[in-house]
C-alpha cells in the first residue's frame, strides 16, 4: 500500500491494495469529508504528468530557496555588471529598453569589466585577496591540524569539553570578536602594553592595521572551520590501522604520514574550502585591522558600491570573484569524481 | 591434525618434561617469564609465565575479558607489561616498540588501509624495510599466489568478500617473514561455514611457512581444531597448557572442564582414597563414583568429579555391576545434533546429565526416547577428578 501526502488537506491519500488493505481504504474513504473541487494550480502541480508529489515536493523546497534567495539576486547583479555608470535613481543605465515604440534595444555594456583589466587595483586586490585567503588557510591547517588530533585522541568526556570550546567564539558576534583583536594589537593595546612591562621590547610594535592583523583576524575567526571537518575525519580514523602500520614497521612518525594524513585528505580539503573561500572574499577584516597599503577584494567591493556608487564596476568585482571562487570548487568535484571512477574502475 | 604437528607435540611434550634429546628437541621461540599488566586497580594480566616453542601453533582460548587479547599485544608491543619479562628468540623484548620486534600480527579487524589496493597493503611493511622493489613485487605475488588472491591485487579492501580482506591481513603480516605470527581472533568475523574452511587453511599456511603462530580466540572448537597446543586463561591467569587432546581428557581444574567442551560436573564427598582408586560420594547419584586413579586429595573433603557426555553408557537395561557408577532417571529430551544426539536424562535426584550418543546408522528406530526410564553409567576410567 502507497500513503502519499495530500499537500493541500495535509491528509493522507491511501491508494487500495488488495487484501486487509482495501479495508483501511474503505474505512479512509468513509471517515473523510466529501471531496472538494480543486483549484486548476493544484491540478497542475500536484496532478498530472508534471505532478509536484512526494519526493518532488522535498526536493522542490530547497531548490525554490536557491532560486529565491541566491538565483535572482545572482541575476540583478549580474544584470547590473552590464550596465553603465550615470547619475540617477537606479545609478546605472537600463539594459532593455523600448526605442521608438518599434524596437527592443539591448545594450550590454563591458566598461565594467574592461576597467576591472585596465586598472592594476583590481587585479592586484584579487590576487592580494588570493595570496592572504591561502596563506592564512595554511596557518589555519598547521594550527588547526594538531587541535583536531588532540581532540580527537582524547579521552570521550574530555572531547566534548574540548569541542565546546572551539565552537564556544560563535556565542560572541564576529563583528565584537574582531573589534576586539583592535584593543589587543593597538599601539597601546594589551599586547604591546605587556611586551613592554615585561621588558621585552622598549616602543610598541605597529601591529594594527597591518598585514600581519588580517591573518590574526582571519586564523581566529575561521579556525574552528578547519578544526571540525578535520576532528569528523580523525575521530572516525580506525586506531587499530596506525598499530598495524607500525607492526609492519613504520615509526609512529611515519605511520602517520603513511596512514592517518591520506586518510584525513577529504577533512583537511573541507576545512581548507571552509576556510579560503570565505576569507577571499572578507570585508570586516581587511576593513578593521588592515591598512590602507593591503588591499583585499572584499573592500575594494565595497568601496565601489558605497564610496564611489558605480554599481556596474562594484557588479564586475562581484561576478569576477565569483569566477574565482566558483573554478577552484568545480575543480574540485571534477577532482573527486575522477577519484571516484578510478575507484570504480579498480573494481572491475 | 596433521603428522607434522603430531611430531611437534611429541617433541614439546618431552622439552616440558625436562626431557632431552639432543637431536630434535624443539627452539623455544617465545617466553614470557612472571608477565603481570594492570590497567588501574584491574589486573588483566597475572603472573603469567609461558614457553612457546619454534613451529607450533599455539592457541590462547579464554573468554572475553580473560586478558588473552592483553596478552598478545603485549608479545606484539603493543602494552608494556608492569612486571615481568618477554623474551623473543632469545632476546628481551619487554620494553622494545613494534616496530622494531620480529613479529607480525593480523588484527582482529583486519586493520586493513582502506587507501591501499591490495598489493599496495602487503608491500607495506617490505617496503618499509627498504626491499628492492622488485624484490617487493616477487614477494607480493608470492604471498597473494599463497592464498589465491593474485587476481585481485589492484582492488581497495573495500571491494573484496569478508573472507577475501581476512586472507589479505593474514599474507600482509606474513610477508615480512616474521618469526611468530599474532593471530587476534583471526576467524571472528566470518561465518561458521567458511570458519571451518580457513581453519584448515591457516594450518596449511601455517605449515608450509614453518611460522610459529600464536592465535587469541575464544571459540574452544577453532582451538581444538587448529592447535599444537592450548593455554586456557581465566581471570588473568593461565589456568592449563597442553595439547587439545590433554586438555579435554585430562583438564586440571573444574573451570578448563568446563570451558573446553561440554561435561557432567559431579560434586561429592571424597570418602575413600587410595594410591589405586578413590571414592565419591555425590548426592545427586544412587551410587558411589568409584575412580581408577588416585588423586592428591583428603579423605572427607570434597571433590569434584568431571564425567564427558560421550563416555556415559545409556541402557534400559540394568547394568552389569549395580553398586558403583551409575543412576537411573527419565529420558527429558533429546537434541538431534545430525552426527550424534545429546539425550538430557532426569535424574531421581532432580540432577539433569548430558549423555551424547552416536547416530551410526541412516534408517535405525532409536531405541530409547521420550519418558522412558534408563539407566546411566560409566567405565571407573572415564572420571576425571578436578580440583575446583
Known amino acids: 500500500m502507497s500513503t502519499e501526502l495530500d499537500p493541500l488537506t495535509g491528509g493522507a491519500t491511501v491508494s487500495p491494495a488488495p487484501g486487509a488493505a482495501a479495508t483501511v481504504a474503505e474505512q479512509t474513504k468513509a471517515d473523510a469529508p466529501p471531496p472538494r473541487p480543486k483549484h486548476r494550480l493544484y491540478r497542475v502541480l500536484f496532478r498530472g504528468p508534471l505532478a509536484l508529489r512526494g519526493r518532488g515536493l522535498v526536493i522542490a523546497i530547497p531548490y525554490l530557496w536557491l532560486l529565491l534567495f541566491f538565483l535572482t539576486p545572482f541575476a540583478i547583479v549580474l544584470k547590473i555588471s552590464f550596465a553603465e555608470f550615470m547619475v540617477g535613481v537606479p545609478p546605472y543605465t537600463p539594459l532593455v529598453e523600448w526605442v521608438d515604440d518599434t524596437y527592443l534595444k539591448i545594450t550590454l555594456a563591458f566598461s565594467g569589466y574592461k576597467y576591472l583589466l585596465e586598472d592594476s587595483m583590481y587585479v592586484n586586490a584579487y590576487l592580494g585577496s588570493l595570496r592572504i585567503a591561502a596563506t592564512a588557510t595554511v596557518l589555519c591547517l598547521l594550527l588547526g591540524y594538531p587541535m583536531a588530533y588532540g581532540i580527537a585522541r582524547s579521552s570521550p568526556s574530555t572531547r566534548n569539553v574540548l569541542l565546546l570550546l572551539v565552537v564556544l567564539p560563535f556565542w560572541t558576534s564576529f563583528l565584537i570578536r574582531v573589534y576586539a583583536w583592535i584593543g589587543i594589537l593597538k599601539n597601546n593595546g594589551l599586547l604591546n602594553n605587556a611586551l613592554m612591562g615585561l621588558g621585552i621590547i622598549n616602543e610598541p610594535i605597529e601591529m594594527l592595521n597591518t598585514e600581519f592583523a588580517i591573518y590574526i583576524g582571519i586564523v581566529y575567526s575561521y579556525l574552528p572551520f578547519m578544526i571540525l571537518p578535520l576532528y569528523t575525519t580523525l575521530e572516525k580514523l580506525d586506531g587499530s590501522l596506525l598499530e598495524a602500520a607500525m607492526d609492519l614497521g613504520c615509526r609512529p612518525w611515519k605511520a602517520f604520514l603513511k596512514v592517518t594524513l591520506p586518510l584525513s585528505m577529504p577533512g583537511i580539503v573541507a576545512g581548507c574550502m571552509l576556510v579560503f573561500i570565505p576569507s577571499v572574499g572578507e570585508f570586516v577584516i581587511p576593513d578593521l585591522l588592515g591598512g590602507a597599503s593591503t588591499l583585499m577584494i572584499g573592500k575594494v567591493m565595497w568601496n565601489e558600491f558605497f564610496q564611489n556608487r558605480d554599481w556596474p564596476t562594484a557588479s564586475a568585482v562581484a561576478i569576477a570573484m565569483l569566477i574565482l571562487l566558483v573554478l577552484p570548487i568545480v575543480g574540485f568535484q571534477r577532482y573527486q569524481l575522477v577519484q571516484e571512477e578510478k575507484a570504480r574502475e579498480g573494481s572491475k | ?388
Open chain 2, 1 to 388: 591434525m596433521s603428522q607434522f604437528a603430531r611430531n611437534l607435540q611429541d617433541q614439546v611434550a618431552r622439552a616440558e618434561k625436562g626431557g632431552s634429546i639432543p637431536t630434535d628437541t624443539p627452539r623455544s621461540i617465545i617466553q614470557i617469564q612472571n608477565v603481570t599488566r594492570k590497567f588501574g586497580d584491574f589486573v588483566a594480566v597475572n603472573d603469567v609465565s609461558l614457553t612457546i616453542y619454534e613451529g607450533e601453533l599455539f592457541s590462547l582460548l579464554g573468554g572475553s575479558g580473560c586478558g588473552k587479547t592483553t596478552l598478545l599485544r603485549m608479545l606484539a608491543g603493543f602494552e608494556t607489561p608492569s612486571s615481568g619479562r618477554i623474551l623473543i628468540d632469545g632476546q628481551d623484548m619487554t620494553h622494545i616498540p613494534p616496530f622494531e620486534r620480529p613479529v607480525n600480527m593480523m588484527f582482529q579487524s583486519y586493520a586493513l588501509f582502506p587507501h591501499m589496493t591490495v598489493e599496495q597493503n602487503v608491500a607495506f611493511g617490505l617496503k618499509q624495510d627498504g626491499m628492492p622493489s622488485a624484490e617487493v613485487k616477487k614477494r607480493v605475488a608470492e604471498m597473494l599466489d599463497i592464498v589465491e588472491l593474485s587476481a585481485l591485487g589492484k582492488r581497495k579492501p573495500h571491494q573484496l568478500s569478508g573472507g577475501q580482506r581476512q586472507r589479505v591481513a593474514l599474507v600482509r603480516a606474513l610477508a615480512k617473514r616474521p618469526k611468530v605470527l599474532l593471530l587476534d581472533e583471526p576467524l571472528g568475523a566470518l561465518d561458521k561455514k567458511l570458519r571451518e574452511r580457513t581453519q584448515l587453511e591457516l594450518v596449511n599456511i601455517q605449515e608450509s611457512l614453518g611460522v610459529t603462530f600464536v592465535v587469541v580466540t575464544h571459540d574452544q572448537e577453532e582451538a581444538m581444531t587448529m592447535s599444537c597446543r592450548v593455554a586456557i586463561m581465566n581471570q588473568g591467569r593461565i589456568l592449563q597448557v597442553d595439547t587439545p587432546h590433554a586438555m579435554y581428557e585430562y583438564p586440571n581444574t573444574r573451570f578448563v572442564a568446563e570451558f573446553f567442551g561440554s561435561v557432567n560436573m559431579f560434586e561429592g564427598i571424597l570418602v575413600e582414597d587410595e594410591a589405586d582408586h578413590v571414592v565419591i560420594d555425590c548426592p545427586e547419584l544412587s551410587r558411589p563414583i568409584y575412580v581408577s586413579h588416585g588423586v592428591s586429595g583428603r579423605e572427607g573433603g570434597t571433590a569434584y568429579a568431571a564425567i564427558r557426555p560421550e563416555k556415559v553408557a545409556l541402557s534400559k537395561e540394568e547394568p552389569a555391576d549395580t553398586s558403583r557408577n551409575c543412576s537411573t532417571g527419565v529420558v527429558q529430551d533429546i537434541v538431534y545434533l545430525g552426527g550424534e544426539s545429546t539425550y538430557l536424562v532426569k535424574l531421581d535426584s532432580g540432577r539433569v546429565v548430558r549423555v551424547s550418543l552416536q547416530n551410526a546408522y541412516r534408517a535405525a528406530e532409536p531405541e530409547i526416547t521420550w519418558d522412558d526410564r534408563v539407566w546411566i553409567s560409566w567405565q571407573p576410567s572415564n572420571v576425571v577428578v578436578v580440583s575446583s
